[in-house]
């Protein structure tokens, strides 16, 4: 019997078209720069056009777009794009993400945003690109959060969302279980982002309500994020369908 073995410094990316949101910054950027690393074509689509093209700069095949993904007629646009530019698809990394620290305070225009990106946002883009990922046996890879799979404080609106894309991302995976498509989804704890950098505690803030959700190994750095997401990105993840991962340093473990 002859056994096939791989090429160990053949990539399970090589020649893949990954479209990543948010990847103008953060963890968004980490995936994009990683995927390219191992041989996929990235097409970036994030709402800051000067940070998005110096990000794209160290994507070699890489192109980017500025789209306001909350928009589902610029969603349908930039898969469209995709398209014409490298032919197909083979991966949607949804990572995108805005987060609203406020509540009761937060307004109705914060919640709709919340809503927007978290969640309308990845379902208007898989909407587009599922056809194009059943021709090509693609993947769906959702970047939800541990707000995804248990109560934070101040943050209603994210949660709400988070959970919903959770959701959307089991219902996708029983959808297309008869299918070569794989759904899964990824939900980091705390990271090193700017959106962390930049946080505001809402004015009178419990901070024991608040670090409950911190981990006592302390927050991930984007890049390690990045890895178990190129990972299911992969041909690697074969065998990985409808998977919810926690990428939180063990605080779902309690």
Known sequence: MTVAVQNPGLSAL????????????????????????????VHGLARDEGRLSEVFAEVPQGRWRVTDLADPGACADAISDTVTEFGRIDALVYVAGAHTMRTPAVTDDEWHRDLAVNLNGPFFLCRAALPHLLRT?????????????????????YCAAKHGLVGLTRALAVEFAHTAVRVNAVCPGGMLTPQVSNFVAPDGADFDLIMRTASPRGM?????????????????????????????????AD
């Open 14 to 41: 090589a020649g893949k078209v990954a479209v990543v949101t948010g990847a103008s910054s953060g963890l968004g950027a980490a995936v994009a720069r990683l995927l390219a690393s191992r041989g996929a074509r």
């Open 137 to 157: 046996a693609g993947n769906i890879v959702n970047v939800a959060s541990t707000a995804g799979t248990q109560g934070q404080a101040y943050s209603a609106g």
């Open 220 to 252: 991930s750095k984007p890049d390690e994020v990045a890895q178990l997401i190129a990972f299911l990105a992969s041909d690697d993840a074969s065998a990985v369908h409808g998977a919810v991962y926690a990428a939180d340093n063990g605080r779902s």
